[in-house]
């Protein structure tokens, strides 16, 4: 799935596999979903599992203000000049797949500006279940739901929950207070997804944010390999 | 040369990252200034004879070979606002990514190498004018027709505005996109000869006072 181009001249440009100077650039992992589903939780969670272990960044992509990058800035999740904030011009959706090069440029600044890193996360400002990456920003996205926007939406499918290379199905804790059925959600996720893998998760439990960070380490290590 | 190359680089759609970005759009409206297709119009013939005259200027001496770093800075000392130049330079190495994979060439490679946090954005389109095979009247006109289509575009996003009424705005100023392009085209021949002092200097204080106060809201649409 990796595309193994380069180009000559000073500047990567988007797929790119490797840097400039021939090593093999960061991992680039999208997260997308709907508005409060957990992305940038589940974001900051990522952090917190992984930081001790690799070299990361994220880039967020609000939709009108700075909050979520505020928000991984003020819960100190990485030191500030590893977080990178886009604009999207009122189309959060547009600056992950239609037109990517705000996004690229930050990953290129953070590359540039930070040394050389791991992983990249970039957040989408959530819109709704049909924005997905662009392959030239991510290496593998994530698409996020939560059992509170209702247990029909794996059920209803859309590019997010059907394509996603893994779908995380958040605050699991929350399912008897909204009357979310778990198994149906799973049965239909299967259905849309076949083999892709689902995660069910809620970042007040204990184990947290542990499989997900697994998933990362294992993309991680395919994309090294 | 392909005159279609032209379709494809005025595209809306073309991927350069000018769609986060209304072109003073945000804060006019903001400020009372846009409150409508007729104060739409107003607005966008403002910014034509303005900054769409100097971008298509700058552009058309790109495409005619004049030095880019000299073009770059006469773009800065024609843009006071900082947060403007910023904005600028940002949109030109957007422009410059989607050029150098759109089409390839050896001297977009060099202005990469030459200007890697980018280069005033028209001056970035004459070049990609160029690379494209493209004329400098080519040039001019794209130049122009942004100038307006971008705050056409955010209007209709941040007034609700009817998306017919906004196409028809840009239609009516058609004849006048003629004009700044001629006039543009005129312009950037004199600087072949004369230097770039010669390149027209029209500016527009309420669109570089509102690109400040833009940049320190906290709360906004668009990047400028
Ligand atoms: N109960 C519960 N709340 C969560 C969980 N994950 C996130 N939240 C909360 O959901 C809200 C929205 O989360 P956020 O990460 O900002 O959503 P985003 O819009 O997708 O980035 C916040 O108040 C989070 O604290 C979870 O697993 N369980
Ligand atoms: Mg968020």
Redo the contacts between chains.
């Keep these: 799935m990796h595309l193994d181009h380069s180009h000559d001249g000073p500047t990567a440009l988007s797929a790119d596999a490797h840097r400039k100077d021939g090593t093999r650039r960061a991992l680039r992992i999208g997260l997308g979903g709907p508005v409060g589903s957990g992305k940038t939780a589940t974001v900051a969670a990522l952090c917190r599992a992984l930081r001790d272990e690799l070299s990361l960044a994220v880039v967020t992509n609000d939709i009108y203000t700075r909050e979520d990058a505020e928000f991984l800035l003020r819960e100190a999740v990485l030191p500030p000049e590893r977080i990178t904030a886009v604009e999207t011009g009122a189309c959060p959706h547009t600056a992950i797949r239609d037109d990517i090069s705000a996004n690229l440029e930050a990953v290129e600044d953070l590359e540039d500006e930070v040394g050389s890193l791991d992983l990249i996360l970039v957040e989408s400002g959530g819109d709704n279940l049909t924005a997905t990456f662009s392959k030239g920003l991510v290496d593998a996205q994530i698409f996020v739901i939560d059992v509170a926007g209702g247990d029909d939406i794996p059920r209803k499918g859309g590019p997010g929950v059907t394509t996603a290379d893994l779908l995380i199905v958040n605050k699991t804790d929350l399912a008897p207070y909204v009357g979310s059925d778990l198994a149906r959600m799973a049965a239909d996720a299967k259905a849309q997804r076949g083999e892709l893998p689902v995660v069910f998760q809620s970042l007040r439990g204990e184990a947290g944010v542990t499989a997900v960070a697994d998933w990362v380490r294992a993309r991680l290590a395919a994309w090294t390999a | 040369m392909s005159r279609a190359a032209l379709l494809v680089l005025a595209d809306g759609?073309f991927?350069?990252?000018?769609?986060?970005?209304?072109g003073g759009a945000e804060a006019a409206v903001k400020a009372g200034r846009i409150t409508g297709a007729e104060s739409l119009e107003s607005f966008c013939r403002g910014r034509l004879y303005t900054a769409g005259l100097v971008s298509s200027a700058l552009a058309t001496a790109a495409v005619l070979g004049v030095d880019p770093r000299q073009l770059d800075e006469a773009a800065d000392a024609r843009t006071p606002s900082p947060a403007l130049r910023v904005a600028a330079r940002?949109l030109g190495?957007?422009?410059l990514?989607?050029a150098?994979?759109t089409w390839?060439s050896p001297e977009l490679?060099a202005l990469?190498?030459q200007f890697?946090k980018g280069a005033h954005q028209p001056v970035v389109l004459g070049l990609t004018a160029r690379a494209a095979g493209l004329e400098p009247v080519d040039a001019a006109y794209c130049a122009a027709y942004e100038s307006v289509s971008g705050p056409a575009s955010?209007t209709v996003?941040?007034l609700s505005l009817d998306p017919f009424d906004a196409t028809a705005v840009l239609a009516r100023l058609a004849p006048e996109l003629d004009r700044v392009a001629t006039r543009a085209v005129e312009a950037a021949r004199t600087a072949v000869e004369e230097g770039v002092d010669a390149l027209p200097s029209a500016s527009a204080p309420l669109l570089e006072i509102g690109a400040e106060l833009h940049a320190a809201w906290?709360?906004?649409?668009?990047?400028s």
Aim: hydrophobic content about 40%.
């Design positions: 759609r991927p350069a990252g000018g769609h986060a970005h209304s940002k190495r957007q422009l990514r989607a150098r994979a390839p490679d990469a190498g890697p955010a996003r941040l906290p709360v906004r649409l668009f990047a």
